[in-house]
């Protein structure tokens, strides 16, 4: 039964073995000079100041979640209306139900101020 | 309550739980407000429980003459594992019926007499609050002494019988903080305890075997199917009942062991009355006469339990001639006339047992409540407080005018016993002796050398205590009880003189009666025995006179008349044949020899060792298993990978 | 539509509206008040568990797509769950106010993660009980950390989903290699498949070791455990109580469902497995309690060893002569366990002080004098975690044991034994600090929370009495098997 797995293994093992190959010839070939500007941090040929990280305000990342969650949504949407003929009326209230389920979530968000940006 | 019933033929059957339930009422009602009622409102509750259980004994007597077949009353179904399906019901029979009577009507005397003797001992030993606790464990005897007769089945059965040996545990070390050196009544209580566990462990194991035999502990089935079971595998049978036996050897005072029951004298005298001599120790004739047909089955069981009771019975009545303290003798005289009972039964003879049972509970109780009578009196008239021991015979005397009415009722309780005609001994005696007779004239011999020695001892007691002079102050000044003692004295002497009409020659009331529950073979009255019987109770009364009687011990120090003619072999007597140092030597040194060596030794050093060793492993490997908890949800998923890898591992290398 | 599937899942359905109901109407209760969510929670909690009762003479059935089972089996857990969830809001109200986050998404969350739960008695296909599983821990996820000032709080609920995410993954690769080598995911379609079709031994067995190792993480089974103490330190103590015996319920509910239903044939495979899995759990579970200087810290060991306990009723399950004593016994511990479980957790709550403290052994001391009930409570819950007689856990473990050995692991049962031995140094330790110490502990004025306690302690000295109405009871709710 295994074999039917043999081709993946063939190429997982080309795939594996090209890796190590370019990154070695690399290592083996190309000339190494380094500098301190070639060590530093590559910022679109800028020259890097401050921090690297920098604090975000966590409403980006509310606003990030419930923006996938609606996301999501859509993206339920666009199969079903495809074949929503062939689903029938069972299909409808299914979405229906889903809708709801969202809409509850919305509801409460929206009242608990998550959605207000001061 | 709950109350259904499997058969009742009359309603007056559906009482019988009654019998139980009124001194278990008497046990609560005593507990909770006994002690702001008082004296009087504690004894009146006390004797009211006993009185009723009485009550409903006779109605249930009554019930039986119109329906003797008799009943089964379930109280409720006690458990069920697998095939075993224990109820908790009661078997109203003639049997039960009978023990139920005694039990009640002898209690509620000795009751009676209880409420005025504690009355005076708690003031002797100075604890007033104890009267209450008394009339508790007493109730709580009788409650557990209806269970024991009343069972249908042996597990209940042995349910009382613990129950009945706790009591007695509990009474006899009533003065617990009395007796020799402050111990010495804890310890015979404590040596009645341990000596009838032995007994308990035998009926237990035959209980169990009983069971993997017969798979059921009801009465009816397991005798039903004694027949069967004996016919497939002969030594089952044998088995239980010798282990039976065991039992029996234990709480009715039997070779090898009686030895506790002296020893139980250190309750106060109504508990010697009533447990030791009228009712529990009669628990282990009752439980032969009641495994009749198992005993039917093992001929040599029965034969085993006849010698046990026959040699007792000559036994005990060989030391009891040569004791002082007036509670001993009868302890003796017990212990030997429960081997009259015992041998009995086992020749079959049960009615003849019973009937003697019934007698015997009379008799015995009275002289136990007339000795009591007669130790209160002396204790009460020791005012300079020079008595030693007020129960030493030697110190007695003269007390045959001083005491009357003890006197004449404990004449009438010794003549009973010894089986002078027509007081009720001498019938229930003379069954017995028919029986032996017919058995093997081996027995019957020294059954009747036992008869022989119970007359003598207890002419020599009479003589001691109540002829001559007095020999103390104490005695000398002694008094007459007031009626609460005397009028169960009385009562009892009555029953001692008329007993004998329940089982006349030729009425055979209690056989017709019995025969509805036992197996029983007509007795017959045999004219040259009685004769024989009543010549050897001659001899002995005159033997005893002419020691004892004709020229009176004039001082305590004396020594006894015997003991010059018998020499070493009255000092034996004396020395109660030194049972109890052989027990020591055998059992009880190499017993705490060993105990020493496993608590010092192999306790303290070995098992605590281990103990804490392992105590000490555990500690250690628990703080490492929680090392490896130390918060970073990184190591966690580690030991979790690890765990999956573990796991493939093994389905790869399997 | 398919009807059965409704009627099935009609409680659990319910329950999940009214959760979402509840979700709604709370935004509009004032914070003061959020006594009547609570009231509301235990109102949905209670009329599930009426709908429930009401389907009892349902015959065993699955629908037509074989996605949902309803037998006496998922009876017996819902009413289980629904009675813990009512639990919990009895736990948690008083709590939430003396703790300062007194918020009405508790019972929302609550109520969802009981319908996970209920969802999860009735799958019937591992995809369903992937989503049950998910929909029961999600809620739990945010519980966890609903003490969101505190850090202990905030950093339970981080690990719980990290690592629950992780086992999830388990789940569902397991899942995905089982259909691999099967083609279904149905229950009974596998143990068809395993039956008929040529299914590759070596996917299918790493894919069924891969759903029990996820599984195994849900019910913390040694070396799956490691979550548990931090996790249930941190939740606010009901919360913690609720995962301890709701959640393991659950996990047991679907672990034994698989099990039976679909792996008996593999029983050569996965039950050294799951011995080992036992043997390890019970062990660590016990030794790690000892030291514990928490509580809170001591019962999560505890309820660790319990699950090994538990686990050792599923051992033999591939036995199917003793497969009803494995189930009856699985379910009498689950409920013994429950009972025992919430009236400890109670007591504990009623203890702890408003900044967390009151955690500590130190702090029983003198209990005894100054609330003897609630001690008394306490004692029995001890005496019944520690198996001893007069109590319902006594009767669970003896089950259990008795399991085992009629499916000849006996020497699983000595270790049951000697481990059970080992508890009572921990559990009679509290007793010791609450008769032989003094103290004055301080008690938080709850009287739900007492109702609880008291109520629990009844039930598993009364029950003890009489455990063959449950066990029957247990016994008679097989599970439907194919």
């Known amino acids: 039964m295994l074999e039917n797995y043999y081709p993946l293994l063939v190429i997982l093992s080309i795939a594996v073995f090209l890796g190590f190959l370019v990154v070695a010839l690399g290592v083996l070939f190309g000339p190494r000079r380094p500098t301190a500007r070639k060590g530093a941090p590559y910022e679109s040929g800028m020259v890097p100041y401050g921090e690297g990280r920098r604090r975000i305000s966590v409403r980006y990342y509310l606003i990030a979640v419930l923006f996938i969650l609606f996301d999501i949504e859509i993206v339920f949407f666009l199969p079903w209306a495809v074949v929503l003929r062939q689903l029938g009326v069972e299909g409808l209230i299914g979405m229906f139900l889903f809708v709801g389920v969202l809409l509850v979530g919305f509801v409460y968000v929206w009242k608990k101020g998550a959605l207000e940006w001061e | ?654 | ?482």
Not at chain 2, 158 to 171: A, H, I, K, M
Not at chain 3, 410 to 436: D, F, W
Request: glycine fraction near 8%.
């Open chain 2, 1 to 654: 309550m709950l109350l259904s019933e499997v058969s009742l033929h009359d309603p007056v059957f559906r009482l019988a739980p009654l019998v139980i339930f009124l001194p278990l009422a008497g046990v609560i009602l005593n507990l909770l407000i006994g002690r702001r009622l008082g004296e009087l409102g504690a004894g009146l509750i006390a004797c009211l429980a006993g009185a009723g259980a009485f009550a409903v004994s006779a109605a249930l007597a009554f019930g039986l003459k119109s329906s003797p077949e008799g009943a089964i009353v379930l109280i409720w179904r006690w458990f069920q594992v697998g095939n075993l399906d224990l109820n908790w019901s009661l078997k109203v029979d003639t049997l039960s019926v009978t023990m139920m009577l005694v039990v009640s009507g002898v209690g509620t005397l000795i009751h009676i007499y209880a409420t005025r003797y504690m009355h005076s001992d708690v003031r002797h030993h100075h604890e007033p609050g104890r009267y209450t606790r008394f009339f508790v464990f007493f109730n709580l005897f009788l409650a557990a002494m209806m269970v024991l007769v009343s069972a249908d089945n042996f597990l209940m059965l042995f349910v009382g019988w613990e129950g009945v040996g706790l009591c007695s545990y509990l009474l006899i070390g009533f003065w617990f903080e009395g007796g020799e050196g402050g111990l010495g009544n804890a310890r015979a209580a404590k040596k009645a305890f341990v000596v009838n566990r032995i007994g308990d462990f035998g009926l237990l194991i035959a209980i169990f075997i009983m069971l993997g035999a017969f798979g059921s502990l009801e009465f009816s089935r397991v005798f039903a199917a004694a027949p069967a079971v004996t016919a497939t595998a002969p030594g089952v049978v044998l088995a239980i009942t010798l282990f039976m036996l065991l039992g029996v050897t234990g709480k009715s005072a039997q070779l090898p062991l009686f030895v506790w029951l002296p020893d139980a004298m250190a309750g106060p005298t109504p508990v010697s009355a009533l447990i030791h001599a009228a009712t529990m120790v009669t628990a282990g004739v009752y439980l032969v006469a009641r495994s009749q047909p198992l005993f039917v089955q093992a001929p040599l069981a029965a034969d085993v339990v006849l010698w046990v009771g026959a040699i007792t019975a000559l036994f005990a009545g060989t030391i009891a001639v040569g004791q002082y303290d007036i509670k001993k003798v009868l302890a003796y005289s017990t212990i030997s006339q429960l081997g009259f009972m015992v041998a009995a039964v086992g020749m079959g003879a049960v009615v003849a047992g019973m009937f003697h049972l019934i007698t015997h509970a009379f008799f015995k109780a009275l002289l136990f409540l007339a000795a009591g009578s007669v130790i209160l009196a002396l204790e009460e008239a020791d005012h300079g407080h020079d008595l030693q021991d007020a129960q030493d015979m030697r110190v007695m005397g003269g007390l045959r005018s001083r005491l009357p009415v003890t006197f004449w009722t404990f004449l009438i309780g010794a003549l009973a016993l010894s089986g002078l005609v027509p007081l009720a001994g001498f019938f229930s005696k003379d069954e017995i002796l028919v029986a032996a007779q017919q058995k093997s004239p081996a027995v019957f011999i020294i059954l009747l050398a036992a008869a022989f020695l119970t007359a003598f001892y207890m002419a020599r007691q009479v003589f001691l205590v109540f002829f001559g002079r007095p020999r103390s102050g104490a005695a000398e000044h002694a008094r007459e009880n007031p009626p609460l003692i005397t009028v169960p004295l009385i009562a009892l002497a009555l029953l001692s003189i008329f007993g004998g009409v329940l089982n006349l020659p030729g009425v055979h009331t209690l056989e017709h009666w019995l025969e509805h529950s036992l197996n029983v073979t007509p007795a017959k009255f045999v004219l040259w025995i009685a004769l024989v019987s009543l010549a050897v109770l001659a001899a002995a009364v005159t033997l005893a006179w002419l020691l004892y009687g004709r020229k009176p011990r004039a001082t305590a120090r004396e020594a006894d008349p015997l003991a010059a003619r018998l020499g070493g072999l009255y000092r034996a007597l004396e020395a109660r044949w030194k049972v109890d140092e052989f027990y020591s030597w055998l059992v009880v040194r190499p017993f705490e020899r060993a105990a020493e060596f496993l608590s010092s030794i192999f306790d303290l050093k070995l098992i605590n060792g281990l103990g804490d060793g392992l105590g000490a492993l555990v500690q250690s490997l628990s703080t490492a298993a929680s090392r490896i908890q130390n918060g970073f949800v990184r190591s966690y998923t580690l030991v979790f990978l690890v765990g999956v890898t573990a796991i493939l591992a093994y389905l790869l290398l399997r």
């Open chain 3, 1 to 482: 539509m398919n009807s059965d599937l409704l009627t099935i899942l009609l409680p659990t359905l319910a329950l999940t509206g009214w959760a979402l109901l509840l979700l709604l109407v709370d935004l509009w209760i004032p914070r003061e008040h959020k006594g009547i969510t609570a009231v509301l929670a235990a109102a949905g909690l209670a009329a599930a568990l009426g709908l429930t009762l009401s389907q009892g003479r349902l015959p065993a059935m699955t629908d037509s797509t074989v996605m949902v089972i309803s037998d006496g089996y998922a009876l017996f857990l819902d009413v289980l769950f629904l009675a813990s969830g009512l639990a919990g809001v009895a736990l948690a109200h008083e709590y939430l106010k003396r703790a300062n986050i007194a918020n009405g998404e508790y019972y929302a969350l609550l109520l969802f993660s009981v319908a996970g739960m209920m969802l999860m008695a009735h799958a019937y296909n591992l995809i369903l009980i992937f989503l049950a599983l998910e929909l029961l821990s999600i809620p739990l996820y945010i519980l966890s950390g609903i003490n969101r000032p505190r850090l202990e709080s905030e950093e339970s609920a981080l690990k719980y989903f990290l690592l629950g995410a992780f086992s999830s993954g388990f789940v569902l690769y397991g899942t995905a290699l089982i259909y691999g080598a099967t083609a279904r995911t149905d229950l009974p379609g596998i143990f068809a498949a395993l039956q008929s079709a040529p299914v590759n031994p070596v996917i299918f067995i790493l894919g069924a070791v891969l759903l029990l190792v996820g599984l195994a993480y849900k019910v913390s089974a040694v070396p799956f455990h490691m979550w548990t103490p931090d996790v249930y330190e941190g939740a606010p103590t009901p919360v913690t109580g609720f995962m301890a015996v709701a959640v393991k319920a659950a996990g047991f509910a679907v672990l034994g469902r698989i099990l039976m239903a679909a792996f008996p044939t593999v029983g050569k495979d996965l039950t050294p497995i799951l011995w080992a899995l036992a043997a390890l759990t019970m062990l660590v579970g016990n030794l790690a309690a000892i030291t514990q200087k928490s509580i809170k810290r001591m019962l999560a060991y505890s309820s660790i060893a319990h699950a090994g306990y538990l686990l050792m009723a599923l051992v033999p399950f591939s036995n199917r002569l003793v497969n009803s004593d494995v189930q009856a016994s699985l379910l009498f511990y689950l409920v013994a366990y429950a009972l025992t479980g919430l009236g400890a957790w109670a007591v504990v709550t009623a203890l702890e002080k408003q900044n967390g403290d009151g955690l500590k052994l130190e702090d029983y001391a003198g209990l005894g004098k100054s609330h003897p009930w609630l001690a008394l409570a306490m004692t029995v819950f001890m005496l019944s975690f520690t198996g001893i007689p007069l109590t319902l856990g006594f009767w669970g473990k003896f089950y259990l044991f008795r399991t085992a050995i009629e499916g000849g692991f006996t020497l699983l049962a000595v270790i049951g034994v000697v481990t059970s031995l080992i508890s009572a140094y921990y559990y009679l330790r509290v007793l010791m600090y609450m008769y032989m110490r003094a103290g004055s502990p301080s008690v938080e004025r709850a009287p739900w929370l007492q109702v609880t306690a008291v109520a629990a302690a009844l039930a598993v000295v009364l029950i003890s009495f009489i455990p063959n109405v449950l066990l029957n009871l247990a016994g008679n709710s097989l599970l439907l098997l194919p």
